[in-house]
């Protein structure tokens, strides 16, 4: 021991290593150059390399979007790309909606705030909803009235006055948030639709993208649970069935899904009953797409569950129900909370597809749009699928940003 | 004493019929395939009723009266033969896409660990757009607003004079055999043999001698000597043929149609972005204990990384892979949206030339399901040739 050869017996929890910013503020300009990028020959021709190939990627890109592109495209079409088709007399009730979802938003920001108090954490919190501010104030910048940014700024209040009500929250209360999500996601869609509201028919843009979204997670995770559970059945028959329906759906592209469910659901119905409309035909394949992945991801989580949590429950005398519904499922699906959210990350970017069959969400009317008489033939393709593009992108990469950071937080992998 | 008291024991406690498991398990499972039954059932009479006439396979016999762009296909051709240049088509696409998204993304995951700083943060910002955005719209982005933006064939881009670009597609080098071509393939097969025997000679005579082995330089020595020889004495049975501009076309090399080019690089620089993430998470999760016991036993960097640190990584990689390789084969099919003739379409446009549907869509999801599960398997071959043994 005292020679500092032999290793202390008890394991001591290992510092988790500093962080790398703090090195690098030390170090002089100088050396961080010829540690990172010139650290050795053949690292040298690399940055030389790559320097001109960003330099010249990065000229292109900038002049594209400063001088090239034709902008006006998008600003005389953002309520389409953002909304499609909705009657515009009826838009005070995607505000309306928009501040319900804030308020969920912000309670649940608020409520997880509470852990951390360090001016640190806080810059971190700030830096990660840097995409998001950034795409709004992209958005806002096409806008050819101030009122968009007011409504937008009031929307953005009610989440800020959310969050500190939800750092007041008592504990009991925040352990019941994921309840207050689906709750708010249901009345946002009442207060579209309720009284009069058009219907999710009449949807369009980025608001048809995100329902579908999460309309499509939402209404799936009921049928990815069952079949998850059914693919661990201990009855052969329902095991066999689960198991088919799974991989048959999971060998098969969506798109010729979408087909076959656009065309044939019609088919199946009783005679005399009205084909749904294409909206509900798509949710309907995209709901019984997702479930048979939800259903792969639920079985990852209920293969992470301890044998000894059914035993005990056994021991305890629970029923083979209760043991499934209160011990290994609660566990199971926070297991898989990370992986849920990736699943979300590809159903945003699979709602696309419905641009195939028709429907103009964002991808759909952002071609639909170059068909206008003032657009039409003029190529201005480039500039519409880009300003497409940057809505995915930040989407796709604040939530992709949310769920590494949740799979930090609950440790998964850790255990 | 316990043996002989078992029965009784038994007999008191049998639970009423509606609670004994085992006739729970029958019945639950009788209930299950019933409902299931009736479900199908219901279902398949509304299908006769509303389409009555159009669950026969009999369709694939008629014509197809589609004209398929790049092959001799005759619109009188029947339309199975359609669906079959569909499937081949997509297999094309689909080979050729995960060879070269494999390339790309094993490159790309390696520089995301690399001790350059501009190298690691190009990889980081080519992963994050890549995978953050949906791939049809890479397709449509890159066939409206890219190669369709391009000059016309009579003002057509010759990069670095070896690719001809224009909006009618890409036309690059190719190789085309001469008379002796068949010939050559043989001597290179020989080549091939040959040099792995060196490679194994060299293995045994380490193993017995301890000498330096170099099996790598003698078998790559023995297969370019023969490969070179073969050439030259076979008097050049492969040339290479550079396209070059003509006028309204373009002469020589192999041309990849405007659509054909925009599918495969947008799938394959998507599916490299995901293949990139798996790469470099396989790498990173090979605990930190192995790396260091490589460097405790005086391994080189080289050593460290071929024989400890990449093959556990690999073992890690290949689910994930096969995946990867499944959706590429899968979002092949989005090349519907911009009139690449493989599988999705050509069956789309045999219902909208009157075939009947339900039949026609068994016959496509039953052609991808064969892709999938020929991948799967193939996965799980190699899945269970790198499963650590005897633990």
């Known amino acids: 021991m005292d020679l500092g050869l032999s290793r202390p017996t008890v394991e001591e929890p290992v510092p988790p290593p500093e962080p790398e910013r703090h090195d690098q503020r030390r170090v002089p300009p100088g050396e961080w150059v010829r540690d990172n990028l010139f650290n050795s020959v053949l690292n040298g021709i690399l940055t030389v390399v790559f320097g001109v190939i960003v330099v010249y990627a990065l000229f292109r890109a900038l002049r594209f979007v400063f001088v090239s592109a034709r902008w006006e495209v998008v600003e005389a079409n953002l309520t389409n790309l953002m909304v499609g088709l909705y009657p515009r007399s009826a838009l005070p009730r995607v505000w309306l909606a928009l501040g319900i979802l804030a308020v969920a938003a912000g309670l649940g920001a608020g409520a997880a705030s509470r852990r951390r108090r360090t001016s640190a954490s806080r810059l971190d919190a700030l830096k990660r909803s840097a995409p998001a501010l950034v795409g709004l104030l992209v958005i806002l910048s096409f806008t050819r009235t101030p009122l968009p940014a007011l409504l937008t700024a009031a929307v953005l209040a009610v989440a800020g006055l959310s969050w500190l009500g939800g750092s007041r929250l008592p504990e009991r209360f925040s352990r019941r948030l994921p309840l207050v999500y689906v709750a708010a996601v249901f009345a946002a869609y009442l207060a579209m639709t309720a009284a009069g509201g058009p219907g999710i028919d009449r949807w369009g843009g980025f608001l048809l993208t995100t329902s579908v979204a999460v309309g499509g997670i939402v209404l799936s995770f009921p049928l990815g649970v069952l079949l998850g559970l059914g693919r661990r059945s201990s009855f052969p028959a329902v095991r066999t069935f689960c198991v088919g329906y799974i991989e048959i759906i999971r060998g098969v592209p969506l798109i010729t899904l979408l087909f076959i469910g656009s065309v044939t659901i019609g088919l199946f119905l009783p005679p005399g009953f009205n084909r749904p409309e294409l909206v509900t035909r798509g949710l309907v394949v995209i709901i019984l797409f997702t479930g048979a992945y939800l259903a792969e991801t639920v079985r990852g989580g209920l293969q992470s569950v301890p044998v000894g949590q059914t035993e005990a429950a056994k021991a305890i005398g629970l029923s083979p129900l209760k043991t499934t519904f209160l011990i290994v499922l609660p566990q199971a699906l926070r297991n898989v909370i990370p992986t849920l959210v990736g699943q979300f990350i590809s159903l945003f970017k699979d709602t696309s597809l419905l641009a195939i069959i028709g429907l103009i969400e964002l991808l759909g009317i952002a071609q639909a749009i170059l068909f206008q008489g003032d657009f039409r033939g003029q190529g201005l393709q480039g500039e519409t699928l880009a300003f497409a593009a940057f809505l995915y992108w930040v989407s796709c990469y604040s939530m992709s940003r949310a769920a590494q950071r949740l799979e930090r937080r609950l440790g998964v992998g850790e255990r | ?391």
């Open chain 2, 1 to 391: 004493m316990a043996v002989a008291e078992a029965p009784s024991y038994r007999d008191q406690t049998r639970p009423p019929l509606w609670r004994d498991v085992r006739v729970l398990r029958v019945g639950g499972q009788i209930a299950f395939l019933a409902v299931l039954a009736l479900v199908v059932l219901y279902l398949y009479g509304n299908l006769t009723r509303n389409a009555p006439g159009q669950l026969s396979f009999a369709f694939l016999d008629q014509p197809a009266r589609v004209d398929i762009a790049d092959t001799d296909f005759s619109p009188s051709q029947p339309i199975r033969d359609a669906i079959l240049v569909g499937f081949i088509n997509t297999i094309r696409v689909s080979t050729v896409g995960i060879a070269l998204a494999l390339l790309i993304g094993i490159v790309v995951g390696v520089a995301r660990l690399s001790t350059n700083w501009l190298v690691r943060k190009t990889a980081a910002v080519y992963v994050e757009t890549l995978r953050n955005i949906p791939i049809l719209l890479w397709i449509l982005f890159l066939y409206l607003a890219v190669i369709l933006k391009l000059p016309r064939i009579t003002e057509a881009i010759e990069a670095f004079d070896v690719i001809v670009l224009s909006n009618r597609g890409l036309n690059v080098p190719w190789v085309v055999g001469g008379a002796n071509a068949t010939g050559f393939l043989l001597v290179l097969a020989t080549a091939l043999i040959v040099a792995l025997l060196v490679g194994v000679v060299r293995t045994r005579r380490f193993d017995a001698t301890g000498q330096p082995h170099h099996r790598w330089l003698w078998g790559a020595g023995t297969f370019l000597v023969i490969a070179t020889v073969g050439y030259f004495a076979l008097r050049s049975p492969f040339a290479l043929t550079i396209p070059e501009r003509d006028g309204r076309g373009v002469q020589g090399g192999i041309r990849l149609g405007a659509e054909y080019s925009a599918l495969l690089i947008a799938l394959v620089v998507y599916t490299a972005s995901h293949i990139a993430e798996i790469v470099r998470g396989s790498i990173q999760a090979v605990p930190k204990g192995q790396t260091e016991a490589a460097n405790a036993i005086a391994l080189s960097s080289f050593q460290r990384l071929r024989f400890v640190v990449l093959p556990q990584a690999f073992r890690i990689a290949v689910p994930p892979l096969a995946n990867q390789f499944l959706n590429l084969t899968k979002n092949s099919s989005l090349a519907t949206a911009i009139g690449y003739f493989e599988l999705t379409r050509l069956t789309q446009q045999a219902i909208a030339n009157g075939s009947p549907a339900p039949p026609a869509y068994l016959v496509l999801m039953a052609a991808y399901l064969s892709l999938s599960l020929t991948i799967s398997v193939i996965a799980n071959i190699v899945n269970r040739g790198l499963a650590l043994e005897g633990r």
